[in-house]
């Protein structure tokens, strides 16, 4: 039986170890313009996981979103990594999962300044829900907006740092790649949620965080709140009428999509019959096709 899927999208290699460490029984799938996914079980859950890392940047990943969600039809988007924190009462190591993400870097500058343009995705309520329920218990786990710009952010007395807390104040993290996730999953009309690991302050300091190892821990821990939130989630159909493709590529798996039909193989499924269907193989000539 195909298990339904959820793709996990992560932008840094450190990221993809950390989620790809879950999985089990993994096969590598291709795009036929090159994308690479890995496609692997998620024990204990009747989750297929497709795992793909696609580098940084909101129009990267806005651009690779769409082809995955094309490609594998998830029934969920999952984009999980780390972030830089901006609140004080949330520790280096815990867990962000994002109800609401902010493109912070649009608006209108003008001689009297610069006016904020600001746009907005929510969480999927699906995917919150599971969220609340797998991680209301974990003191360390966060129900909170975070921001996503197009730089990376390594001063707590920037500009963009002013920004932040001016026009967006109740961000808890910033990160690179939020918004290009989620505003592609919801054209598609699907279902998003973004997790992260808190690795640095966002500070002058994030160098020294990256060399203690912070942005492992942190992968590691977002990685395994995906996780409690995949054991909670129950399949639900998602953007598509299939269960998910990712886990169906075999050529005689799934529904015949070829233009030359050999007549060797019936697809029933959605099908109804009253009564007993009888088939009858014809071996055919080239001259019969």
């Known amino acids: 039986m195909t298990r339904p899927t959820v793709a996990v999208l992560t932008a840094l290699s450190l990221e993809y170890t950390a989620v790809r460490g879950h999985l089990s029984d993994v096969r590598k799938r291709e795009h036929p313009r090159g994308t690479r996914a890995a496609v692997g079980v998620l024990a204990g859950t ?30 969920a988007v999952f984009f999980v990594g780390v972030a ?19 493109a912070v870097h649009g608006g209108k500058d003008t001689d009297e300044g610069f006016h904020v343009r600001p746009e ?36 707590s007395s920037s500009a963009l740092a002013e920004h932040l807390r001016k026009y967006y104040n109740d961000a808890v993290a910033i990160e690179m790649e939020g918004a290009g996730v989620v505003s592609a999953v919801d054209l598609a009309g699907g279902d998003a949620l973004v997790i992260r690991g808190i690795s640095d302050r966002a500070d002058g300091d994030k160098s020294l965080m990256d060399e203690e190892g912070w942005q492992a821990r942190a992968a590691a821990s977002a990685a395994s709140a995906m996780v409690a939130v995949l054991r909670e989630l129950r399949p639900f159909g998602g953007r598509s009428s299939s269960a998910g493709s990712a886990g169906a590529d075999d ?9 030359v039909y050999g007549g060797d193989h019936f697809d029933f499924r959605n099908s109804t019959f009253n009564g007993p269907f009888v088939g009858k193989r014809v071996e055919r000539g080239d001259g019969d096709r």
């Open 251 to 259: 050529s005689d798996e799934g529904p015949h999509r070829g233009s």
């Open 46 to 75: 009747p989750w297929s996981v497709a795992l793909v890392q696609m580098g940084e940047g909101n129009l990267t990943a806005a651009a690779l979103t769409e082809r995955v969600m094309t490609w594998l039809e998830p029934q």
């Open 84 to 102: 830089g924190g901006l609140k004080s009462d949330i520790a280096l190591g815990d867990v962000v999962v994002a109800t609401k993400v902010y």
């Open 120 to 155: 907005a995705w929510r969480a999927s309520h699906r995917l919150r829900a599971a969220a609340q329920e797998a991680l209301r218990d974990d003191p360390r786990a966060h129900l909170k907006p975070i921001a996503a710009g197009d730089v990376v952010l390594a001063a």
